[in-house]
């Protein structure tokens, strides 16, 4: 809180509101007391202005293209930790020493099977079920087979047993989903891998074609895992945060927010944006025709993996996976005409004047999936990789959000209402 206000002045009386600062010296209008103080609320669709929490774990800044998780450069994040040490240092504000890592490392091997009930349920999804869909229902019924603690029952610098467990399982249950889709038998969680090359194993290894790990598969899949692991309040996290507050425990809170995490304007854009570059390709490589279909007023197409709420210039994140995509793909020898035509539909809309004027530039889905491609992973597949690595986030958030009394309030917004105001009743035989 600062000493400052400012003044607000309805029908000519004036109110105070106290301005509140950030670490990073942004301001905001403390507008907690508005209503009572004046009888007003505020209307603000798509909460385009409206900071719902104090939060001590991301730092965005959309205008510069900077993001920080507690304080480190996402770029020295990717580049020099693990996913899981990432993971630990959301959760528990702090980068792990040697011994914090291996004990986090040794909850990942001791958390990761599921129970064998759990895989019945896998048989009764219909086929061709959305691993979306399997994963945010089987991420719930985590609440059943492992009933959960209250929050500070085990923790161990912020990391408890349900946190560990889930951060383990989540990869599990997303590969044994893959597994299924395409009938192949399960493929079980070792002890000798490491966090991501355990995923890759549970994916690609089958009885007849041993999968070697490839490190560097592992280390793409680390490095995107990072890049995803937080995003300070964006609609899943809001999800996760928003349930959270109802009172619901971690495992419903965290299916919930892999429901908002589906949608194609959040993290379903992944998988969308592969579909567009191959509709593209279908299409004789005609991409102008629909940078003019995304540019036309009268066409609701947008040109999927350009643009963000908050970026109003490169994500910084899509800058690294854009680097990391050339990368990876080289060094798998890997030729994708998919990220050709990426990559000249980004030149010809960085120099086109309706995407510079509205700030529209590639976004951490747009070359994101051209990576999965190359490490073998499918595209319905892909928004559940997002999944993985925003989980960290969506459990720190939920734990944030229980810690503070005053966001740990129930959610619940106002609304202008514009529906009829009162009319009488008029009985069915009337109607
Ligand atoms: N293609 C063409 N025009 C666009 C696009 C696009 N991808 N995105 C925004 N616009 C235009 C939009 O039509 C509007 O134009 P006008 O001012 O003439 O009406 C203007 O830019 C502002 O758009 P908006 O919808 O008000 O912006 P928003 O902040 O509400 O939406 C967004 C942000 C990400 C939903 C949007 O840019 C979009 O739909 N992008 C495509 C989907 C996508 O890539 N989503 C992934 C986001 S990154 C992953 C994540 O963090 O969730």
Redesign the pocket.
């Known amino acids: 809180m600062t000493n400052q206000s400012a003044q607000l002045i309805i029908e000519g009386k004036s109110y105070d509101i106290p301005i509140v600062e950030s670490t990073t010296g942004e301001r905001a209008l403390d507008i907690r007391q508005l209503l009572k103080q004046t009888g007003y609320i505020t209307f603000d669709s ?1 909460y385009m202005n409206t900071g719902s929490c104090q939060s001590a774990v991301t730092y965005l800044d959309g205008k510069n293209g900077i993001l920080r998780y507690r304080g480190y450069d996402i770029e020295d994040l990717a580049t020099n930790c693990l996913f899981i040490e990432v993971a630990y240092l959301l959760l528990t504000g702090e980068l792990p020493t040697q011994s914090e890592l291996e004990k986090f490392r040794h909850d990942m091997i001791r958390f990761a099977l599921i129970h064998e009930d759990m895989i019945h349920f896998f048989d009764h999804f219909p086929p061709n079920s959305s691993p979306m869909s399997i994963l945010s229902t089987m991420v719930g019924s985590l609440h059943d087979f492992y009933p959960e603690m209250d929050l500070d029952e085990d923790p161990y610098g912020g990391v408890t047993t349900m946190t560990a467990r889930l951060l383990s399982k989540i990869r599990t249950i997303a590969a044994f989903s893959y597994k299924k889709n395409i009938g192949h038998p399960l493929v079980y969680p070792r002890a000798d891998l490491s966090y991501c090359g355990n995923f890759l194993n549970m994916m690609f290894d089958r009885p007849n074609m041993p999968y070697k790990v490839d490190p560097i598969a592992v280390s793409a899949l680390n490095k995107l895992l990072i890049l995803h692991a937080d ?1 300070e309040q ?2 899943s996290t809001s999800t996760v945060r928003l349930v959270g507050s109802a009172g619901v425990r971690l495992y419903p809170s965290i299916s919930a927010g892999i429901s908002a995490l589906w949608g ?4 379903g ?1 992944n998988a ?2 592969v579909r567009m570059l191959e509709t593209i390709q279908a299409d004789n490589m005609d991409y102008m025709k629909y940078i003019n279909k ?2 036309d ?1 009268n066409d609701s197409y ?8 908050v970026y109003k210039t490169y ?1 910084p994140r899509a800058k690294l996976i854009k680097q990391a995509c050339t990368e990876v793909l080289n060094s798998l020898n890997v030729q994708d005409p998919l990220l050709d035509l990426a990559q000249e539909i980004e030149h010809v809309v960085s120099n086109d004047d309706y995407f510079i004027s ?1 700030n ?1 530039y590639p ?3 747009f070359y994101s999936g051209i990576i999965y491609r190359a490490l073998g992973i499918p595209t319905n597949m892909f928004t559940v990789m997002f999944a993985l690595g925003r989980l960290p986030g969506w459990i720190t958030h939920w734990q944030e959000m229980h810690m503070d009394k005053e966001s740990s309030r129930i959610g619940r917004p106002r609304q202008v209402y514009t529906g009829v105001v009162s009319r009488p009743f008029v009985s069915l035989e009337d109607r």
């Open positions: 798509g995003h964006n609609c194609p304007l959040h993290g854009a969308a944006v995304a540019k007023p947008r040109l999927t993996g350009f643009g963000h709420r994500d509205r529209l976004n951490v889905d």
